[in-house]
């Protein structure tokens, strides 16, 4: 699409996580594991190692009792699109191979396995780890190939993968439409795995753009902050925290770092 | 130079020239030979041939439906596509043989009778990783079927399934001719077929990478 050419099929899918609201349960690592036919090993211990799309953190504020206070982070891919919208996020920017990239019409970075030849270099670039790499070709329990979802491809050893906000539902969506002679959906028809299974109701997902859906809303809440917005990655996954020092954890700056005094551009 | 000397050089001369000349006789027929391989003697190593378990007459079905090819490849109410049809609606009519073809008797004799599926061989079977969506192209696109199928519904016979023997894919997918020629829409199945249309027609042409259909269109 041309610069400045507006376009009403234009979205922004981006999500909103209530950390107030967060358990730390890991019901959404669960659903998102099931849902994109993750990998696992025998031993998951080493989390270098180890893929998660979904990662449910545990901050906590480094004071002793009585004033200790902990938060549950659960963190998917943020889907940056870089300030001033142009889509050229960490990742998709140094990928040699075309495998990742961003697409204009949903806002979504997405990562085609099959076209990855697995240099790492996006691993590298990612400054929130969303990024896994396969180190083996994955091996499923005897019978639990048959629980594997027919709408994701799984991936062989040697390439990475990462959360594309469950796109395949937002395909399989779009086709029902489509059958009832819609072209867009409904906010409630594409909602990831993850925000379906919290039963916190933590995670809110929709159209950043469209004002009649959800995170519309929630995303200018005084609450609303973003992981390392001084990296200017403009992600679309917001965070609502009551708590000043998880706020300010988001950004995580160094003592005495220099605070860079340019406006948030949300 | 002594007279013997001279003699030598002719003697050579003339047989570098015979040499040169059964050099390029042995160039041509190592060329014919290495076209007639890879030109006909290869795309036969390559592709295997495996038979439907019965011929099926898709002109003769066509003729009785009311509704075309949706009549048996339809839409399910969530939007997915049917695809091959299964043997529940094949029963509807099919309870006992009808007709006369020996075809139809294999498939009530065997099939009907036993309930057993029918393991059709699928010309269009594309690759795990890629997703096709048949309502975005019949329903919203508006598109027939025979601009990727040919004209398959007014066939008497089906066509021999041939599969790559590396890849294990419909030789459909790569298209008959070797040479990856094509004369019409439905001749090849390739990603680059598809990219080719979606361009022509300015589907979804979002990527920041490649200022073209993002790949996430079609891979999964």
């Given amino acids: 699409m041309k610069e400045g050419q507006h376009d009403q099929h234009i979205k922004k899918y981006g999500m909103v996580i209530d950390l107030d609201k967060c358990t730390g349960c890991g019901a959404c690592m669960v659903a998102c594991m099931q849902e994109n036919n993750i990998p696992f090993q025998k031993d998951e211990t080493d989390k270098m190692l180890s893929i998660t799309w979904l990662r449910v953190f545990k901050l906590d504020n480094g004071k002793p009792y009585p004033d200790t206070d902990i938060c549950y982070l659960p963190r998917p891919c943020m889907h940056c699109s870089g300030i001033g919208e142009h889509g050229h996020s960490p990742c998709v920017s140094v990928c040699p191979a075309t495998a990742t990239d961003y697409s204009m019409e949903t806002g979504i970075v997405s990562q085609i396995y099959t076209r990855c030849f697995g240099c790492r270099y996006c691993m590298a670039a990612c400054p929130y780890h969303v990024r896994h790499f396969n180190w083996w070709d994955p091996v499923w329990p005897s019978g639990m190939e048959r629980s594997l979802n027919p709408n994701v491809s799984v991936r062989m050893r040697g390439v990475v993968e990462k959360c594309n906000f469950c796109f395949q539902r937002y395909q399989i969506a779009k086709e029902k439409a489509f059958t009832e002679g819609r072209t867009e959906i409904e906010e409630h028809e594409y909602q990831p795995a993850c925000v379906e299974a919290c039963p916190a109701n933590a995670i809110t997902f929709g159209d950043l753009l469209n004002p009649k859906h959800k995170v519309y809303k929630l995303k200018q809440d005084p609450r609303a902050f973003r992981l390392l917005e001084k990296l200017h990655t403009n992600p679309k996954v917001y965070y609502l925290s009551s708590r000043e020092w998880v706020r300010e954890a988001g950004d995580n700056y160094i003592e005495n770092e220099k605070v860079d005094v340019e406006p948030k551009k949300h | ?220």
């Avoid at chain 2, 048949?134 to 016979?157: D, Y």
Wanted: hydrophobic residues 35%.
């Fill in chain 2, 1 to 220: 130079m002594s007279a013997s000397q001279e003699k030598a050089k002719e003697v050579s001369a003339k047989a570098s020239d015979g040499g040169a000349g059964i050099v390029f006789i042995f160039f041509i027929v190592g060329l014919v030979v290495s076209l007639l391989v890879g030109w006909v003697l290869f795309p036969k190593v390559l592709y295997c041939q495996k038979e439907q378990p019965f011929d099926f007459n898709h002109a003769l079905h066509n003729e009785m439906v009311l509704d075309g090819c949706q009549s048996c490849h339809f839409f399910r109410n969530d939007g997915t596509y049917s695809g091959a049809p299964k043997l529940n609606q094949c029963i509807e009519c099919h309870t006992d043989v009808q007709g006369i073809t020996k075809d139809e008797e294999i498939f009530v004799n065997e099939y009907v009778r036993n309930n057993r599926e029918v393991p059709w061989l699928v010309y269009s079977r594309q690759p795990d990783c890629v997703f096709f969506s048949h309502a975005a192209h019949v329903l919203a696109g508006e598109m027939q079927c025979k601009t990727c199928h040919g004209h398959i519904g007014n066939s008497t016979s089906l066509p021999v399934y041939e599969y790559n023997i590396i890849t294990g894919y419909s030789r459909n997918i790569w298209g008959h001719n070797i040479s990856g020629i094509k004369k019409n829409t439905w001749d090849r199945m390739k990603m680059d077929d598809c990219a080719e249309c979606h361009r022509e027609n300015n589907v979804k042409q979002y990527s920041v990478q490649t200022k073209k259909g993002p790949c996430f269109v079609c891979h999964k």
